[in-house]
């Protein structure tokens, strides 16, 4: 049982460039959702996945794009990358509780910096 | 909309006292959840403790606790007799009842010193 992955770990992008996060989870979560984290800044969401072929904006989704064909994947793409997503992205996992206790359950993150 | 309020950006404390982390919210959903991650230097999120907005007490979790008064908004952690591996970042966070997603405070970061 892996938890929840995220490819890759590391990733530089010159400004324009266009690239794929990939997040996947083995634990047939139904809810799935792609942080980013700033200095200062705490976490933010940007989009998030309830099922497949259902997504959502979050807070801070511009130059962000999701889609959720099944529900071990949900990978985001940065259609246009700018220096201002320079950034570590956590891609979380939860299972739909019917309750206020949704514990998210979080990958290990992607570094990624923008030139 | 929801938000969270963690008023400070540092604290330090010495092994094996006690420490308090605040954490104030803002919300108008009658059932909610409240949660504390902690981010150590190795950058993953560890989830550290849950309560409920209708949970009569307080929840504990090992030298972990809640705080929670309702009235006041607050749901401040308490960690007992500290440990140099608590010295992290932590973070409050919340999420209305039968949603999948969290709001999350900017974060406290503890320093614990021997």
């Known amino acids: 049982n892996a938890g929840v992955t995220q490819t890759p770990k590391f990733q530089v992008l010159k400004t324009g460039q266009s690239m794929t996060l990939q997040c996947a989870q083995d634990m047939n979560h139904e809810y799935m959702s792609w942080y980013r984290q700033d200095p200062g800044m705490g976490l933010r969401l940007i989009h998030y996945s309830v099922g497949a072929g259902i997504t959502d904006q979050g807070e801070v989704p511009n130059g962000y794009n999701v889609s959720r064909s099944t529900t071990e994947d949900f990978p985001l793409r940065l259609l246009s990358a700018a220096p201002s997503q320079t950034s570590v992205y956590f891609c979380?996992?939860?299972?739909?509780?019917?309750?206020?206790?949704?514990?998210?359950?979080f990958g290990p993150g992607t570094r990624l910096t923008v030139l | 909309a929801q938000k969270i309020t963690q008023t400070q950006p540092g604290m330090f404390v010495q092994e094996k006292e006690a420490v308090t982390l605040d954490c104030t919210y803002d919300?108008?959903?009658?059932?909610?959840?409240l949660f504390w991650y902690k981010q150590p230097s190795s950058g993953e999120m560890i989830f550290l403790i849950y309560?409920?907005?209708?949970?009569?007490q307080n929840a504990t979790e090992g030298r972990y606790s809640l705080n929670f008064q309702k009235a006041r908004k607050s749901a401040n952690l308490v960690i007992s007799a500290s440990q140099l591996g608590d010295s992290a970042m932590y973070f409050c966070a919340m999420s209305p009842s039968g949603y999948s997603t969290l709001t999350f405070g900017k974060g406290t970061m503890l320093l614990v010193s021997p």
């Open positions: 309560q409920g907005s209708y949970d009569q």
């Open positions: 979380a996992s939860s299972t739909n509780s019917g309750s206020s206790y949704n514990e998210q359950f």
């Open positions: 919300t108008s959903d009658p059932s909610y959840g």
